[in-house]
């Protein structure tokens, strides 16, 4: 999608909520159409490379698939735009004008979105998505995003949200109002540690063997368990150029579980934080969303840990890669009219 | 059901909020402090290391302002001030005369005994031209931006490639170590009934006596035995005692096979951040005076962050390397800052380390024994004296350099 023009005048309004991830992208729309994408942009790197790709730049996963003929990107960080980095603002504003495009937005259209971002982002880091962002839209707000997700499950009350991403892992306690600093964190034990930890794991175990962290991403997003798993996990990774059967089972609990301390630590706090006389409930009302919620056994495991202290229900959104985008679409359909125009870019 | 009166609440927070982010409405106080809680929630930093960091500051300034203004020597810079760091006494600046040398007196007057630390020259983004200023005390209430000092460039003093500590030539004197829980407080339990705070106790003290046999720190213990200390009290413990170093120790507990070996350090995710957040939160402000001390503070926080987090990589690393050749299930979890109150809250550099878990009842039978315990607390000690060999200036290979450069200056 273009950018943006000067045009006082549009032909109809979309609302869109975005959650800009570190690992992938989604985006829900108020036409219905949703879609997400891998964090990656690519631009050929020459005039060769564009002529054989046929594209002037390349997102997701098909910018991945052609990295080497690409300047490949993964613009965000823990979350947000890496610091001080205009590739990687020039790539976020890629990445959302793709986005848009994903779910049909036009130019010609007056878009409003709501963008969710860590739960602890500093004010810069919420200029720098604007930044980005605001080329393509008229209005936008920022929320964090496991209030988002939150927001999006009606989960309004007595409830606490853990988006656990690839750069953060994001809580949000919810008790009935907008939440503070002190309702929300953000911490980095999150998919790309497991990555690293699962990376260096199988660099000891395996030091003659060949990959990179790219194809340990994959393992662990297909393989990626915690507690017990049946069977054993195997992956074919090439030792001195032949493709051999490498046994990984134990070194990917090993990777998932290392999070875990963190992520159970942190809600207990937020647990402990909370009025004492509804503690009881919050206990009951855990809920997952984000791509590590999906690692196998880690709703049972949080569940399994912080039973020691009491009894307590971890459950896991019901589409976990796009709660934070269906949140934030919700936020803004909710957006009062009003709210919309006093936040409307200066021309 | 929730209310429509409530959601409305909400939504309007977020308006608000994003008002603020756009500049276009009232800082909500809440969310500024979330955003700047690196900068403004902590205690200040310990007085001495403030007075020194604002002495070299404006030393260095008020040094390039003559140098600028009378023909210095070229190697004018390498010898910028003599610097007292005894820990509670304030310190002035006394002019000497049209020399490019200043030195520091005790506030009573007394000379200061040459400590044989010196400072080195401030980065080049700090030596910026100070005109129209006829002294000190012109400089110390001359607005910021006349003296051309942007709120950004402590960052540079940050980046400058040399560690803030040994810029300023701290030293470490004081270590306190902090057994963690205690009293009703068990902390953690074991399957097998052990105590994270008995386990800790233990450990600390070994690592007290241990760290004590060296002869040059005096080493205290936030408790000697099974009481409850609040946290704000061992913080106020440490920071009465001007504590240099400060160590918690604490027992990770998770069902788990490995044992998790982890350390945390007080500090914001990354300086970058703080930076960013300095650039674009004051580009457009004017700053007098009062916003100077905040930069001050700021390279207070700076200083802080990065030792501590020098610190808590050489306690881990040390832990965990040599931890593993006696247990193969244990687990680096690495280094990692958190908003730990017993970090946060005080002056000096601070850990906190797991240093072992009650993960299964094979560690914890390990745990109760002496043996064990004073494998971890020599380990301890060793991350701490190879952190405080490369990094202080109690470091023996510092102090030579200093004594090399003394002579060179003399």
């Not at chain 2, 802080?304 to 687990?331: C, D, P, T």
Request: negative net charge; contains cysteine.
């Amino acid at each position: 999608m273009a950018k943006k023009k000067s045009s006082p005048k549009r032909s109809s309004k979309m609302r869109v909520g975005i959650d800009l991830g570190t690992s992938r992208s989604a985006v829900s729309a108020s036409n219905g159409a949703r879609d997400y994408v891998a964090s990656y942009v690519g631009w050929p790197k020459d005039f060769i490379s564009e002529k054989v790709l046929g594209k002037p730049v390349l997102f997701g996963k098909e910018a991945l698939d052609n990295r080497l003929s690409l300047e490949l990107v993964r613009p965000l960080e823990h979350g947000v735009i890496k610091e001080g980095i205009s590739r990687d603002e020039e790539a976020v504003q890629e990445l959302v004008g793709h986005l848009l495009e994903l779910v049909g937005a036009l130019e010609s259209q007056e878009i409003y979105a709501v963008v969710g971002v860590p739960a602890e982002s500093l004010r810069a880091n919420k200029l720098a998505i604007k930044r980005a962002v605001q080329d393509y839209v008229d209005s936008l707000m920022v929320v964090s995003e496991p209030f988002a997700a939150a927001y999006g499950r009606g989960l309004l009350n007595n409830a606490i949200v853990i988006d656990i991403g690839a750069g953060t892992s994001d809580f949000c306690i919810m008790h009935g109002a907008m939440p503070t600093e002190d309702d929300q964190r953000t911490i980095q034990s999150a998919g790309d540690y497991i990555d690293q930890q699962l990376f260096s794991m199988m660099k000891d175990k395996y030091p003659e063997s060949d990959f990179n962290m790219n194809m340990v991403r994959n393992f662990k997003e297909a393989h990626s368990y915690v507690g017990n798993v049946k069977g054993k996990i195997e992956v074919e990774v090439p030792v001195a150029g032949r493709m051999m059967i490498h046994d990984i089972t134990e070194e990917m609990g090993r990777a998932c579980e290392s999070v875990l301390p963190a992520i159970v630590e942190n809600t207990m706090e937020l647990i402990a934080k909370f009025d004492p006389e509804y503690q009881e409930i919050v206990r009951e009302n855990i809920v997952l969303a984000g791509g590590g919620s999906q690692i196998r056994g880690m709703a049972k495991y949080i569940e399994s840990a912080l039973s020691e202290d009491g009894a307590c229900k971890v459950s896991i959104v019901d589409d976990p890669v796009y709660a934070s985008a269906d949140g934030a679409l919700a936020l803004a359909q909710d957006m009062p009219e009003e709210y919309w125009e006093d936040l409307l870019k200066e021309e | 059901m929730f209310k429509r009166s409530k959601k409305r609440d909400i939504l309007d927070g977020i308006y608000q909020e994003n008002l603020w982010v756009a500049g276009k409405g009232e800082a909500r106080k809440k969310v500024d402090q979330a955003s700047t809680g690196a900068l403004e929630k902590r205690t200040l930093h310990p007085l001495s290391l403030l007075s020194a960091a604002s002495i070299i500051l404006l030393t260095g300034i008020f040094t390039y302002w003559l140098g600028s203004t009378s023909k210095a020597p070229a190697n004018s810079s390498t010898n910028v001030a003599k610097q007292q760091t005894s820990g509670t006494s304030s310190a002035k600046l006394v002019q000497a005369g049209s020399k490019l040398e200043a030195e520091l007196v005790s506030i009573d007057g007394q000379k200061s005994a040459d400590s044989g630390i010196y400072s080195t020259s401030l980065p080049k983004t700090l030596q910026k031209k100070s005109h129209e200023v006829d002294n000190l005390e012109d400089l110390a209430i001359a607005k910021l931006e006349d003296i051309d000092v942007d709120p950004a460039n402590y960052q540079a003093l940050a980046e400058s490639g040399v560690p803030l500590a040994q810029l300023f030539g701290l030293s470490v004197r004081t270590i306190v170590i902090d057994p963690g829980h205690g009293g009703k407080d068990p902390g953690a339990v074991g399957k097998l009934g052990i105590y994270e705070k008995d386990i800790a106790l233990e450990i600390a003290k070994s690592l007290r006596d241990r760290l004590a046999k060296h002869g040059k720190y005096e080493v205290l213990l936030t408790r000697e035995s099974d009481e409850t200390i609040s946290l704000n009290d061992r913080v106020e413990f440490a920071n009465a005692y001007n504590v240099d170093l400060f160590i918690s120790i604490h027992i990770n507990y998770f069902p788990s096979r490995q044992s998790f070996i982890e350390t945390f350090y007080f500090g914001p995710t990354n300086d970058s951040k703080v930076a960013d957040l300095a650039k674009l939160e004051n580009a457009d402000s004017h700053y007098e005076y009062g916003e100077f001390k905040d930069i001050i503070q700021k390279i207070g926080d700076t200083l802080k962050f990065q030792e501590s987090r020098q610190l808590a990589h050489s306690v881990q690393s040390n832990l965990y390397g040599r931890m593993k050749k006696i247990n193969k299930h244990a687990s680096d979890h690495g280094i990692k800052s958190a908003p730990f109150v017993v970090l946060l809250g005080l002056d000096a550099p601070s850990i906190l380390t797991e240093v072992s878990c009650f993960c299964n009842p094979a560690e914890e039978k390990r745990l109760k024994t002496a043996k064990y315990r004073e494998n971890i607390a020599t380990y301890l000690e060793q991350g701490i004296v190879s952190y405080l060999n490369k990094n202080t200036s109690l470091g023996g290979k510092r102090n030579g350099e200093k004594e090399k450069l003394a002579k060179a200056q003399q």
